[in-house]
Each structure stands twice: as structure tokens, then as C-alpha cells.
């Protein structure tokens, strides 16, 4: 029997778009072909990648002749699932990546973006939710709900195994995300100057690559807390899991956030999480309970509920617990990614009837 094929929208470089694939390979014995953009959404090349979208169609249509797809997918309910409901191809699945894909919103782009995520919602067979906070701006925009899936695509909990690391004698914190403005890396070194001037002992691993490292190396320099940060740069996936499973605290200080993976593998490894309250980290923090939530740039607050954290230890190792038990039940990639293959199959085959 031939594989069904998928014609997949979006930006393959990065690690969501990759794990839903390889899920979808792994999970629905999919064949999938891809299609992005060449320029990047910043500054002054949104004009650019808004002529290149306009160009797009009919190199969609060529491929889509050529590859014979049985579905479309589409990274973000903008760009590529505008371009997914005009390829022609039957069902199609789009996904909303941030809590509403409209950013930034001072964009002079804004209401145009509105229209095509219109267009886009009206015109998908499947619309995919990667968190309640994501659904909650699509109900808002009177999306029909029937079409919308919420779940997470998961992570691999085979991968990213549990440590407790509660009993540990010194904060060891990391940060996962990439050193992009954004993420507050800046206020975080800065919150860990304060823990230095009142001589309490850390070590804090940032991950990651990015725009800003050679700035955030120079900050960590300034304030005189080099020696207790390491920057590992790009790292291996293999990696990634040992790092978090030799930390205790987790941190993550962005001004924006959807459905973090990043966090879903600190809570499976046994790391506390200290994170931005923001509604998408709300759909998973209770405040003080499994975690703590705090203004994105409060840096001496910040502080302090790094303090707090490590000194509540029985929290933290309630915590720990109660957050693994919780990604094993609702964020397992091989559960959630074979709950979503199977869809696809379906929407594939009321297609085909």
C-alpha cells in the first residue's frame, strides 16, 4: 500500500516544525515533502518576504502537481496556512504557533494579517491548538471549534528522563532558550548579580545560540558573575537532557510565549520552573504550587523567587514530581503525535471516500 503524502509549509530548520514531522513519519508512516520561505519575518525584510509570499502560489501549485499530496500542513495560521487554503489540495491543517500568530501588533502588516488568518481559519478542514491559550483566541475570533484539535505535539519522555536534583547544596539553574532579545537573558544575568553581591552560590548554564551571545558573555563579564555562568552554545539534542537533568531550577523570562516545549522538558527532567506570567506558561503553572510565575522584567523579584525556590525544597520536590507526572499524561509525544497522525489518516480518507 503507497504512503499517504504530505506536503508540509514552514520553517524546517526549526525544532517544532522537525518533531512534528519525524512524528508524523514515525506515527502515521507519512512521506512528506517541504516548502518555506527564503526570508526571514524582521525589520525591514517583512516587505521582502511579503513580495516572496505573493510569488509563492504558484511554485505551491508546481509542487503540488509534481509530489501528488494528499494533504497540506501549514507552520503558523498566517504566512504558510494562507498559502495551505489556496494550493488546492484537500484537507488541509494549519498551525497556530504563538497565542495568536498576529505579531507584532504594531505592524503596519497587522490588519492584513488578520485578513489572511481569516481566510485561513474559514478554509482548514484541521486547525491545531498547541494550548488552551491558543484555542481561547481562536474561539474569540469565532473560529468554528469543531475544527479545532488542542492538544501538545509532546516530547519525547524516553528522551528526556527525571533527576531529582533536589537535594543539591547550590542553585543550578539553566536557561533553554535561544539568545534572541526577546527571551530577557539580560534580566536573568542581572538577577543572578544580585544572588552574587549576597554571596549565595550558583551556577547558571545558558543553551543556545544567538544573536545576542557575544553581548550576553560581555554582560555576565560586567557583572562580575563569568565565573558561575557557562554559555555551551549550540549544543546536540543528545545533550540537551544531561544538562537539564544536572540542573534543580529552570528559568525563562520571555515578553511573549505560546506552548513552550522547552518548558514541557525541564518539567519531564525534574527542573522547578521560575517562568514569565504570561497566559500560555498559566495554562501549566500554579503559582508557587508547581512553579513560579513573575513579570517578564522584574529583575529583583526575580531574584527573590530564585531564593525562594531552592530554600522551599519540599515544595520543589512535590513540584518536580507532580510536574512529570503531568507531562507524562498530557504532553508524551508518542501519545499526542499518534493522536494527531490518526487525524490526519481520517481527514485523508473522508477525503478520499
Known sequence: MQKKRILFLGETY???????????????DFEIVTWE????????SRIKRLAELSKSFLTIRSITKKFNADMIIAERTTSYGFLAALSGIRPIA????????????????????????????KKADLIHAWG???????????????KVMVIPKGINLNFFEYQDNCNESIIKAIVTRSLLPEY???????????????????????????ILLSKLKKLSKELGIENNVTFTGRISNNDLPKLLQKSNLYISMPTTEGVSASLFEA????????????????????????????????????????VWAFENSEIRKNAVLENRKFVEENANYAINMKKIADKYHELINLRSD
Not at 488552551?132 to 469543531?146: I, K, L
Open 267 to 306: 518539567m519531564a527532567c525534574g527542573c522547578f520552573p521560575v517562568v514569565t506570567n504570561l497566559p500560555g506558561n498559566k495554562s501549566w503553572i500554579i503559582q508557587k504550587k508547581n512553579g513560579i510565575l513573575i513579570e517578564s522584567e522584574n529583575i529583583e523579584k526575580l531574584a527573590n523567587e530564585i
Open 94 to 121: 494549519i498551525a497556530q504557533q504563538g497565542i495568536t500568530d498576529l505579531w507584532p501588533q504594531n505592524s503596519l502588516l497587522y490588519p492584513f494579517k488578520k485578513i489572511i488568518q481569516s481566510y485561513a481559519f
Open 184 to 210: 530577557k537573558h539580560d534580566v536573568i544575568l542581572k538577577a543572578f548579580a544580585i544572588l552574587k553581591k549576597q554571596n549565595i552560590p550558583f551556577e547558571l548554564t545558558i543553551v543556545g545560540d544567538g
Open 14 to 28: 526549526r525544532a517544532d516544525a522537525i518533531t512534528w514531522m519525524n512524528g508524523l513519519k514515525e506515527f502515521g
Open 132 to 146: 488552551p491559550v491558543m484555542a481561547t483566541h481562536m474561539q474569540n475570533n469565532h473560529v468554528n471549534m469543531s
Open 37 to 44: 520561505l527564503h526570508t526571514r519575518s524582521t525589520g525591514v
